[in-house]
């Protein structure tokens, strides 16, 4: 039969024993909480840098269009036309204006329409060079436009692959206060019934190693030994 110092020692070994699981079980549930949050901010960020991937690739998919041959030819037909309409705007077809009312006197008319002639074939040669001209510099106005877009898309896409960098640099100490944010204080349980636990097993330890009954053995100078000899 089990004296009173002994089932002290059981129960105070008990009562440890579950102080400890208690403490055990709590700092399992704060890993696993630390861990879930840590990995929302990863996900969180690989979303992010998703999204920033699909804008970069939109960028360069919009530039890599522009060299479609079916777009090119469009492209081209706009620069050619742009530039040729320039040029046709720069010929002086209105000869009637205050430079040339000096020839609108009384000259005869066969001068009259040599001048007539002249004027119009200069403008039907100026309006065939404008043509050639603006087909032949429409290649550079669409060269120059396709070297400005890929410019563009070069800068875009470098800012997004930075703002990528920036959120992945993030990530420790996002991390890192997320689960802080997530732990939980250990709660005062388990340190209780560690603590009684303890102070028991210790106090019937002590007990059981003092004069007990007929034996008169001194306490042993080893490790203490919470359950008297004999049992």
């Given at each position: ?182 732990t939980k204080p ?22 059981g190693g003092l ?21």
């Amino acid at each position: 039969m089990c004296t009173g110092l002994e089932i002290l020692a059981l129960v105070g070994l008990g009562m440890g024993g579950a102080g400890g699981l208690i403490q055990h079980n709590e700092a399992q549930a704060n890993q696993a909480a630390q861990a879930r949050a840590m990995n929302e901010q990863l996900f969180a960020m690989l979303d992010k840098n998703r999204r920033l991937s699909e804008e970069a690739r939109l960028e360069f998919d919009e530039q890599l269009g522009n060299f479609d041959p079916a777009q090119v030819g469009q492209n081209l037909g706009e620069a050619q036309g742009e530039r040729t309409a320039n040029l046709q705007s720069a010929i002086t077809r209105d000869l009637s204006g205050p430079a040339n009312i000096a020839l609108m006197g009384d000259v005869p008319e066969i001068v009259k329409q040599a001048f007539a002639d002249q004027t119009s074939r200069a403008v039907a040669n100026s309006s065939a060079n404008a043509n050639a001209l603006g087909a032949l510099s429409g290649y550079n106005d669409l060269m120059l436009d396709n070297q400005l877009g890929i410019t563009g898309a070069a800068r875009n896409i470098g800012q997004i692959g930075n703002f990528a960098q920036s959120n992945a640099a993030m990530l420790p100490a996002l991390q890192q206060y997320a689960a802080l944010e997530a732990t939980k204080p250990p709660s005062i349980w388990g340190q209780i019934f560690s603590g009684m636990g303890n102070a028991a097993a210790t106090f019937a330890g002590a007990k059981g190693g003092l004069p007990m009954g007929g034996y008169n053995s001194p306490a042993p100078s080893g490790p203490m030994n919470i359950i008297p000899k004999g049992y």
